[in-house]
């Protein structure tokens, strides 16, 4: 989004999407805290579920609880049959080829680790290179320190400008003959931006090097086609997609997966075991052992199916309203700063107040009921290109509506009277 | 609100904005950090011993008010006092914060010590409260065989 003082545009759009009415949906949002209506705006860090997912999950093992693909009776069947349509939504909702490149996981972390493991295996060796950008979350860094450090390869930055942007110039020069994968951020969780993908990953192509997007904070503000984007590996985490906590999603390009050796060893990633030799599972099993998180995985399907059926255009143009909004506010509250301000940026808005540690902001915007992050955001890289501790930061959800942008703004002129 | 100002009293705010004791002790006999990774509280802390007395403590660094304003009003506190008096007050001080003090309902004879017992309400802020503390009282320890434990 371009920051602009428009704010009063999107009146065709409320036409379609109707917040109120979302809200219904997600039964947290009526909490109060400290006395005060709940303001959540800590969607980056885990969002708030519909009741559709809540039930799905309840549902399960009230009248269907078995384990996957390994039983003949009824349960296990449907069981099975469930988790797998889940697959087949998630290859639909990500654009993939083939729900044989869709691999469950533990969450986003888990599927880096997997592709540091296991592609880091097969294809890193002493004196490679592994790219990544200075704006990347923690679980984006130490699998592939952890893999550099195994092999004797090195990890290289992109450095990137004050408002958080990835020099280009840069990241090209930095794709070299040595280089054997980039791993970056499609959305930073720390200061919102929405990276150059689509170009970074045709550099990169260019000198056939993969690429592995982290989209784990992209999938809950834009629609993402992995052909389109013609990434190698996407990954994301169910619970910021308003899913379960404990499921997330590795998509692989098929060659590249089949090619890899497995993750882990144990059930259902084999075909066949004797103690001489064992021969592996077809993909996705290949890459999934032992048994699931089935009913997470199941109400996992029921979050894409409500976020697949929102009014995208509207959902897009309602988060750019708080956003642009949210932004408005802070600027007339003397002394504060926003880190993190990219031409192309979603809803999260990093900040900090003159001789107000985060922390403090934190604590106070929660005695009115405002759900905020401060510290570091697992991003310590990120703050240290800045030159600070921590932030303050408020990241919003398209159920977040402009009052809650008010209440944050009215909650922040607190924070300055306290502190005087 | 209540309990925000239980929270943020005028000394916590005036030791945060002016803190006593921010420097380096050129002839300290201890110097040690204390870090909070979470929230990236970062202090170093100073302190010079005249035999089994605290001659004086410092510190540096930064953080956010409570723990600031904590490290701060400890500088003052302890300046002067016997290594087995200070260990009374780190005791109490953790008892305080975290809401467990069994001392006389009136806190007043505790002096500054006192302003912190609202750190209690706020469990996030335990921490911040005894960051400085805990790595001082560690650093006077350190030859003694006292154990410190969380
Ligand atoms: C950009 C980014 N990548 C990866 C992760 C890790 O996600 P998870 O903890 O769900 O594995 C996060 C979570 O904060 C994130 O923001």
Known sequence: ?420 | MADLQALYQEIILDHNKNPRNFRVLPDADRVVDAYNPLCGDHYTLYVRLDGDRIADVTFQGSGCAISKASASVMSTVLKGKSIADAQKIFEVFHQLVRGEFKGERDLEHLGKIAAFAGVSEFPTRVKCAILAWHAVRGAVSANEQTVTTE
């Open chain 1, 1 to 420: 989004m371009s920051i602009s003082p428009d704010a009063n545009k999107p009146a065709s759009d409320q036409a379609l999407f109707d917040v109120e009415r979302i809200r219904r949906d997600f039964p947290l949002l009526t909490a109060t805290v400290h006395g005060r209506p709940l303001v959540y705006f800590d969607n980056a860090a885990t969002s708030q579920k519909p009741s559709v997912v809540i039930e799905a999950e309840r549902h399960y093992y009230q009248t269907e609880n078995a384990n996957v693909h390994r039983g003949v009776h009824a349960l296990s069947e449907r069981a099975t049959a469930e988790y797998e349509e889940v697959r087949r939504l998630v290859a639909r909702f990500l654009n993939a080829e083939s729900e044989r490149e869709i691999i469950f996981v533990r969450g986003a972390t888990e599927a880096i680790n997997l592709v540091a493991s296991s592609f880091g295996r097969m294809a890193v060796k002493a004196g490679d290179e592994i790219l990544v950008t200075a704006m990347e979350h923690h679980s984006n860094i130490v699998p592939w320190q952890l893999l550099c450090g195994e092999k004797g390869a090195t990890l290289r930055v992109v450095p990137m400008n004050d408002a958080g942007e990835v020099l280009l110039d840069e990241y090209e020069r930095l794709l070299t003959p040595k280089t054997r994968l980039v791993a970056l951020a499609h959305v930073s969780n720390a200061l919102g931006t929405v990276n150059p993908v689509r170009r970074m990953i045709e550099a990169a192509h260019r000198s056939g090097i993969p690429v592995l997007l982290d989209g784990a904070q992209a999938v809950p503000h834009l629609r993402v086609d992995v052909r389109e984007l013609d990434c190698d590996f996407y990954v994301l985490s169910s619970h910021k997609l308003f899913g379960p906590t404990g499921v997330g999603v590795l998509y692989g390009r098929e060659r590249l997966l089949d090619a890899m050796p497995p993750y882990q060893g144990g059930g259902d990633m084999i075909r066949s075991v004797t103690f001489e030799k064992t021969t592996f599972n077809e993909l996705p099993y290949k890459f999934e052992a032992g048994t699931p998180n089935i009913a997470g995985t199941i109400a996992f399907g029921e979050a894409i199916r409500y976020v697949s059926a929102l009014p995208w255009p509207a959902v897009m143009a309602h988060e750019d309203a708080l956003l642009r909004e949210a932004t408005i506010a802070l600027g007339t509250i003397n002394g504060t700063r926003i880190i993190g301000t990219a031409a192309e940026k979603v809803g999260v808005l990093s900040f900090l107040m003159d001789g107000i540690h985060p922390h403090d902001i934190g604590t106070i915007l929660d005695q009115y009921g405002v759900a905020v992050r401060t510290g570091h955001h697992c991003a310590q890289p990120v703050m240290d290109r800045y030159g600070i501790p921590a932030t303050a930061r408020a990241s919003f959800a398209f159920y977040n509506t402009r009052e809650e942008i008010s209440v944050f703004a009215d909650a922040l002129k607190r924070v300055k009277e306290v502190f005087g």
